[in-house]
C-alpha cells in the first residue's frame, strides 16, 4: 500500500491541483529546451495555474514535468492553496495558520520514518552502463543559464559517516554529463557540513536525490531546521505519519517509497566542475560560472510516467520565496520567541525575495521590557543572525503588530510612515550571511560577513505601549452601526460585490 494524500505523495499532489483547477494539463508538444521554462515563468508572473506538461520533445517518452509547483494561485480565496497542498492543508489555509502548524511540530516528538520493502518508485530500474541522465527530459530553463538543470525541486539525501544524522536538503543540481551532475554544497548548509566528514575521512560523500518528492518532505528538506535534525522526523510530526522510505539499490541511504525520480550515487570528494550560471532566486542571473562538487550517478529508479517538477527561479513569486521563504519564516518564527523576544509573526514578504523578513512586534509586551529601540534591534540581530536560518536573511523590518506582515500593502505603509531615516537602522558588518545577496560588496562575499541590517518601523510612542494615533481605514474610523450599513447597502448602492 503507497502513502496516499497531497503531502505524501506527489502524484496526489498533481491530482489535486488538476482536480481545483490549479493546474492545466497541457497535451500540445512543448520542448524542455527553454520553451517548459518560459511557460512556467510567465505563470508565476500572471499567478496562473501549474503547468503539466505531459506531452516533451526530448527525453525518454512518458515522462512529464510539473512547472510552477508552489506557485500562487489564481483559485478564488486560494492564493497560498498550492502551498497549502504541500502539508495537505485546506486550500484556504492562511500563512499565519500555516506557520503556527509548522512551529508546533517544530516542538513536537520526531516520528522516525517506516523501511518498506519497495514502492512505486522501483517501477524503473537504470544501473551502471544504463545510467543516461539525457534519457530524462533535463530542461534548460533560461538562456542565460550556463547549462540544464535536473534538480530545482528535488533534495539531496545524505548521512554523516556514524550513521546518526540523515540530512535531507534542497539545493540546485545541474547536468554535467552522461552520468554526473555538479552543483553547491555550501558549508554553512548541512549537506556540506556532511561531505566535508566524509572529505575528512578521504571517502566519497553516499548520496541520493529525490525529485517529485512527497510534497511535505520537499518543504522540510527546505528547511533551515538546525544541525543534527533529521528532516525526516519532522515531516513525519507534521503530517502525523512516517514517511515510507526504501532502501536504495546501490548504497544504502532510504528515500521516500512514493518519489517519482530517485538518483543515487556519490559525491566527489575532491573532483569539481564549473556550475552555473543561472536565473537566481533574488531575481538577477549573473555572469560566470564556479567550481562546484560533482555528484556521481551509479541508478536511476523511477515511477511509471514520472513527473519532474521544476522551480525556474527568478522575481517573485516562484519556490525559493514561497516554500523556502515560508519556511525560513516559520524557523525565524520558533528562534525569535524561544528567546522570549515579544514577536508575535514573522514573514518573508514573497515579494522581498528572500531579502528581508517582517517581524511583528507586540506593542504591550515590548512596553514592558522597557527596551529602547537600539536594544531591541541588537537582541533580534543577536538571536536571529546567529542562528542558521538567519543566516539567510540578510535584513529584518521590525513594525508593531497592528500591521498584517504578510499584506504588503500595510507593510509598505508601515515603512514609508514609521521608518526615521538615519535613526531607524541599525548595521551588522559582523553578522554572517548567505554570500549571494546581489548587494554585497566583494569583501563581504569573501568574509562571508556583513551587509546585514535591522531597520526599525517602531514609533517612539510604540515602545511606552501607545499607538501613535488611530489608523483612518474603513476598519478604524466609523462606528459599528454605520459600517454595518454600509456593507448591508452594498449591492444596493450598485457595486458589484460585498467586498
Ligand atoms: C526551490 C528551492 C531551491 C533552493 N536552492 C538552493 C540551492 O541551490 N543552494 C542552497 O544552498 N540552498 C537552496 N535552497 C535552500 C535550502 O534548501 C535551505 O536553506 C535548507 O535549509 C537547506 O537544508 P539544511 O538546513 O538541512 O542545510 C533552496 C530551497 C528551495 C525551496
Ligand atoms: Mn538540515
Redesign the pocket.
Known amino acids: 500500500m503507497t502513502q496516499r494524500g497531497s503531502a505524501l505523495n506527489f502524484r496526489d499532489f498533481v491530482q489535486e491541483l488538476l482536480d481545483t483547477g490549479d493546474a492545466v494539463d497541457i497535451r500540445k508538444a512543448v520542448s524542455p529546451t527553454l520553451e517548459a521554462g518560459a511557460v512556467t515563468r510567465r505563470v508565476y508572473e500572471t499567478r496562473g495555474p501549474a503547468p503539466l506538461f505531459g506531452n516533451l520533445t526530448e527525453g525518454d517518452p512518458g515522462f512529464r514535468i510539473l512547472g510552477a509547483p508552489a506557485g500562487l494561485s489564481p483559485v478564488k480565496d486560494g492564493t497560498y492553496g498550492r502551498i497549502a497542498a504541500h502539508f495537505g492543508l485546506p486550500r484556504d489555509t492562511t500563512p499565519r495558520a500555516l506557520l503556527e502548524h509548522l512551529v508546533a511540530a517544530m516542538h513536537a516528538d520526531p516520528v522516525a520514518p517506516r523501511v518498506v520493502e519497495t514502492g512505486p518508485c522501483k517501477e524503473n530500474v537504470l544501473r551502471g552502463p544504463d545510467v543516461d541522465l539525457h534519457r530524462l527530459p533535463v530542461p534548460l530553463l533560461h538562456e542565460q543559464d550556463g547549462g540544464r538543470y535536473l534538480g ?2 528535488g533534495f539531496h539525501v545524505v548521512r554523516t559517516p556514524d550513521g546518526q544524522w540523515t ?1 535531507w ?4 543540481t545541474m547536468l554535467n554529463g552522461r552520468n554526473t551532475l555538479v ?2 554544497a ?1 558549508p554553512q ?3 556540506g557540513m556532511i561531505h566535508r566528514m566524509w572529505r575528512e575521512k578521504g571517502e566519497p560523500t553516499p548520496w541520493a536525490m529525490v525529485l517529485g518528492a512527497p510534497p511535505a518532505a520537499l518543504a522540510a ?5 538546525p544541525a543534527e535534525v533529521d ?1 525526516d522526523g519532522y515531516v513525519g510530526a507534521l503530517t502525523g505519519s512516517p514517511v515510507e522510505v526504501v532502501r536504495t539499490e546501490t548504497n544504502g541511504l532510504y528515500v521516500p517509497a512514493c518519489s517519482e525520480i530517485v538518483l543515487e550515487g556519490w559525491i566527489s570528494p575532491d573532483e569539481t566542475a564549473p556550475e552555473g550560471p543561472m536565473g537566481e532566486y533574488h531575481g538577477y542571473a549573473f555572469s560566470g560560472s564556479k567550481p562546484q562538487p560533482v555528484f556521481h550517478v551509479e541508478a536511476v529508479t523511477y515511477r511509471d510516467d514520472a513527473v519532474l517538477p521544476i ?1 525556474v527561479a527568478g522575481v517573485p513569486p516562484e ?2 520565496h514561497t ?2 521563504g515560508t519556511m525560513i519564516s516559520a524557523a525565524s518564527l520558533d528562534v525569535l520567541r524561544s528567546a522570549g523576544l515579544p514577536v508575535t509573526m514573522a514573514w518573508c514578504s514573497y515579494e522581498a525575495a528572500t531579502c528581508w523578513i517582517a517581524v511583528a512586534i507586540d506593542t504591550r509586551r515590548l512596553a514592558g521590557t522597557g527596551m529602547g529601540e537600539k536594544e531591541l534591534a541588537d537582541a533580534v540581530a543577536g538571536v536571529l543572525f546567529g542562528s ?1 536560518t538567519g543566516w ?1 536573511v540578510p535584513k529584518v523590518v521590525l513594525v508593531a503588530d497592528d500591521i498584517d506582515i504578510t499584506d504588503i500593502d500595510q507593510l509598505v505603509w508601515a515603512m514609508a510612515t514609521r521608518y526615521h531615516p538615519g535613526t531607524g537602522e541599525y548595521v551588522y558588518p559582523d553578522a554572517p550571511g548567505i554570500p549571494m545577496v546581489p548587494y554585497l560588496t566583494g569583501e563581504e562575499v569573501r568574509t562571508g560577513r556583513g551587509g546585514k541590517s535591522v531597520m526599525s518601523c517602531l514609533l517612539p510612542a510604540q515602545f511606552e505601549g501607545r499607538a501613535p494615533g488611530v489608523t483612518a481605514s474603513f476598519a478604524n474610523s466609523f462606528p459599528d452601526d454605520v459600517r454595518r450599513r454600509v456593507l448591508g447597502n452594498w449591492a444596493e448602492y450598485g457595486f458589484p460585490e460585498a467586498g
Not at 536538503?169 to 540546485?172: F, I, L, M
Not at 528538506?221 to 531546521?225: C, H, R
Open positions: 530545482t525541486y540530512s536538503s534542497v539545493a540546485r552543483g553547491p555550501m548548509q548541512h549537506i528538506a527546505g528547511m533551515p531546521l528532516e522551480c519556490e525559493n516554500i523556502w542558521h539567510l
